[in-house]
């Protein structure tokens, strides 16, 4: 009796379809349902017929690419690891081709299976000599805590793991590539480069010219490109990889998502996220004991966060000593019912004193309003943003003081530069391990144009595009918002659902008003 199920065919979004070597060795499994047996009894014996119906489960895998896919004839080898003493009692040393990563894990019944990208980790097979390998590191954009536990861990994972020595370190960003600015990077060199704030190789904003930088990587010979930076960075490495692929070059491009403001779309968050909560608290602290050690204290702390207020969000939450948190995508009012000033000389009426956090990128139209702006530009293409901090503060002076004719005591404490210059905490050291591992494991399997980041605790390789697509911003409309408001008891600036969702679709287009390379 013959009870083989048919697979349905796979629904890949991505336009990179998996290469001819691996169709045969994936086989994913689809459910299958309406299995009805049909029972009939002949000669004492029982003949159970199953009608079958293929059925859509919705499972689509948004795969990247591969260097046999415009390289098909590329050899492939025994994965080093095989005889590694650190992988040797491993239960399980290599990822499965059929491992995948769901997006979406919250599901109901009957949902469809939904997007799924394809798990990190080492593979069986490899597509670089290791003796063959020439890999550079490059750092773009702003500092973020963990880069140099990212570029340190790349170094060590190359070396120790797969035996590649001849490693580039390309200094000060994109431009690094066309200057000839480079250092020899090895264990050694990198030994203690985590103890640090910053970056080792050093950085810039903009200075991408893609035929440039292909030009470079051609003439010297690299072979696999490891590329830090945040979501305009990525832009870049996905123009890299293309004019690669263009090129027909076997060179690997693989993104590591860098951005305090954790603003990076689809991974769960990004790295330097949790050390930048962690030290906006200090500033919180002493916002806090400065204002309850006056009469009428009030105490504005401004954190990072220019499209994406997750660092305002998760540090006053962490705190407990914040009244009122102000971020880009929930626009707030002064005056009036409700509004700013009212909640403050409220809450001096009920504890004497009053700590405000707000996001850099909040408040802008307020603050181009008064001061009559025009809108700027950095080097990125990133709009320059008004300082919120001191336009807030005098704003609540002038009201107080001269309006109310009420003695206040203001704080004001601005630790922007501290917070992204620390080196990264614990936590982020073993988050910045792994993607620097996965994206090793990656390279080294042949992958490119792909960035690394966990998708719901697990580390997967995702399509560039896929992350570069929109900025991740806090959803006012969320339960972590609401866990906020619920904390702080501070008005929603809000009067209706519907206002919700009509000023959230406004600001979410002002957001993605950004340009490229950051």
């Known amino acids: 009796m013959d009870l083989a199920i048919p697979s349905p065919p796979f629904l890949f979004k991505s336009q990179n379809l998996l290469r001819p070597s691996l169709l045969h060795s994936l086989n994913f499994e689809s459910r299958v349902s309406a299995k009805r047996p049909l029972i009939s009894r002949q000669n004492s014996r029982i003949r159970a017929q199953f009608l079958e119906q293929k059925v859509d489960d919705g499972f689509v895998l948004e795969d990247v690419p591969h260097l046999t896919n415009f390289l098909p004839d590329l050899p492939s080898y025994p994965n080093p690891l095989q005889k590694s003493q650190a992988y040797a009692i491993v239960k399980k040393t290599f990822v499965s081709p059929e491992d995948v990563v769901a997006k979406t894990i919250v599901v109901q019944k009957d949902s469809p299976r939904g997007v799924h990208f394809r798990r990190a980790g080492p593979r069986e097979k490899v597509y670089f000599k290791s003796d063959e390998v020439r890999a550079c590191i490059v ?257 609540i002076k002038d009201h107080f003081t001269k309006d109310n004719k009420m003695l206040i005591n203001l704080k004001y404490i601005d630790p922007t530069y501290m917070i992204r210059a620390v080196p990264s905490n614990a936590s982020d050291n073993i988050y910045c391990t792994l993607l620097a591992q996965s994206a090793v494991h990656g390279a080294m399997a042949g992958y490119t144009g792909f960035t690394v980041g966990p998708v719901n605790s697990r580390h997967a390789y995702i399509p560039i595009d896929r992350v570069t697509e929109r900025t991740n911003t806090v959803k006012l409309t969320d339960r972590m918002w609401a866990r906020l408001l619920a904390s702080t008891n501070q008005p929603s600036f809000f009067s209706s659902d519907e206002s919700v969702q009509e000023v959230t679709g406004e600001t979410i287009d002002m957001i993605n008003k950004k340009s490229t390379f950051t």
């Open 139 to 395: 750092t773009c954009g702003g500092l973020c805590p963990g880069i140099n536990t990212v570029i340190r861990e790349i170094v060590c994972g190359l070396n120790y793991m797969y035996g590649v020595s001849d490693i580039l370190g390309i200094e000060g960003g994109y431009r690094g590539f066309y200057s000839k600015n480079t250092l020899t990077l090895t264990p050694k060199v990198v030994n203690d480069i985590h103890k640090r704030g910053g970056t080792f190789l050093r950085t810039s904003r903009g200075g991408h010219d893609t035929q440039k930088i292909v030009d470079n990587i051609q003439d010297r010979g690299i072979n696999q490109v490891y590329i830090i930076g945040g979501d305009g960075t990525q832009r870049g490495a996905a123009l890299v990889y293309k004019e690669v692929e263009k090129r027909g070059l076997p060179v690997a491009v693989a993104g590591i998502p860098k951005t305090i403001d954790n603003d990076i779309a689809v991974i769960d968050k990004s790295f330097g996220f949790d050390t930048g909560v962690e030290e906006a608290q200090r500033a919180i602290n002493a916002a806090h004991v400065e204002v309850e050690s006056v009469e009428n204290g009030i105490g504005i702390v401004k954190l990072m966060g220019r499209y994406s207020g997750f660092i305002a969000m998760f540090a006053t939450l962490a705190s407990r000593d914040v009244d009122c948190c102000l971020i880009p995508e929930s626009p707030f009012y002064l005056e009036g019912r409700d509004g700013l000033f009212e909640f403050i000389e409220l809450r001096l009426k009920e504890n004497g004193h009053v700590v405000i956090v707000v996001a850099e990128g909040a408040g802008q139209e307020y603050v181009a309003q008064s001061m009559l702006a025009s809108e700027q530009k950095d080097e990125s293409g990133n709009r320059l943003l008004l300082d919120i901090g001191p336009w807030l503060s005098q704003k």
